[in-house]
């Protein structure tokens, strides 16, 4: 005699992140203890994708069982040319860190670092004020392109960018209008005056990378300065800038904020970003 309440689920939802490489992703510690904290049945796996196989892993994970991924470098870009269906922010950002795999195996591609980076900002300066005068981003890469669309959604009425490569700036001002201003990366340092938001957008200050030597002398005490890197979470440039009086916000809340849609669509359960989260990352 079998016992049907014994028996399996039909179906154990499964995501995952895909990227090359992809054993430094912290993404299955974080989704791991959602599924543990909620009770959920299902599974998050780290799977290393070269950029050749790309469409035809997308294509297969459906029939697999998955319901979802996230991607990371290098493929952000080119999943969102893959995806059936593209969301409105994905679309602006042009690249997607969220898919969606529907049950007629339609991908869904969506963006959620620009939701991620703000809503680590709200939980971590409360009274930060996008309106209070202009921000400054360095970096125009794919983050940086989330970041300016998500201050300028939030109501940011100056936006000041560099780049190393200021070709890379001007495309993005040529997307996002004319509330950008290009600097040269010789006068970065300039950007910052009187700025009241300042963001490091780029992977410089990371470990095992090279230090962001961007002078902060015109930094201003009222600032508050957020850097997307996270490892390690106070960076010599947050270090820098909280010596100067600065209210710093480090990186790692935006890769817990971020995950929370998808984690979401996948497994119909909000999550809860808390300490507890943040530690269990950490470890």
């Avoid at 109501?155 to 001007?170: A, F, H």
């Avoid at 340092?189 to 902060?216: C, F, H, I, Y």
Wanted: proline share 7%.
């Amino acid at each position: 005699m079998i016992d049907d309440q014994a028996s399996p689920p039909a179906h154990v939802p499964l995501a995952g992140v895909i990227g090359m490489p992809i054993a430094h992703s912290r993404s299955p510690r974080l989704h791991g203890h959602w599924l543990r904290r909620y009770g959920i049945a299902g599974h998050y796996i780290p799977m290393p994708v070269m950029p050749e196989h790309l469409a035809e892993v997308l294509r297969a994970l459906p029939r697999l069982g998955f319901v979802g991924i996230n991607v990371t470098i290098p493929h952000k870009e080119a999943a969102l040319t893959l995806a059936d269906a593209v969301t409105d922010r994905a679309a602006l950002i042009g690249a997607a860190n969220t898919l969606i795999f529907r049950p007629d195996g339609k991908i869904h591609a969506d963006n959620t670092d620009g939701y991620g980076f703000i809503a680590n900002l709200r939980q971590n300066a409360p009274d930060w004020n996008p309106d209070a005068g202009p921000a400054a981003v360095i970096g125009a890469g794919g983050a940086a392109r989330a970041v300016v669309a998500s201050l300028l959604d939030s109501g940011v009425k100056e936006l000041r960018i560099t780049n190393r490569t200021r070709i890379r700036s001007e495309q993005i001002k040529a997307e996002f209008g004319a509330r950008l201003i290009v600097y040269d990366w010789a006068q970065a340092g300039n950007m910052l005056d009187g700025a009241t938001t300042v963001v490091n957008a780029t992977s410089l200050g990371m470990e095992g990378k090279q230090p962001l030597r961007v002078p902060l002398d015109a930094l201003s005490p009222d600032a508050l300065v957020t850097d997307l890197v996270y490892t390690p979470l106070m960076t010599p440039f947050l270090s820098e800038a909280q010596a100067r009086g600065c209210r710093v916000v480090d990186g790692l809340g935006m890769l817990l904020h971020q995950a929370a849609p998808g984690f979401e669509r996948w497994f119909g359960r909000r999550p809860e970003v808390d300490e507890e989260t943040r530690r269990v990352v950490l470890e």
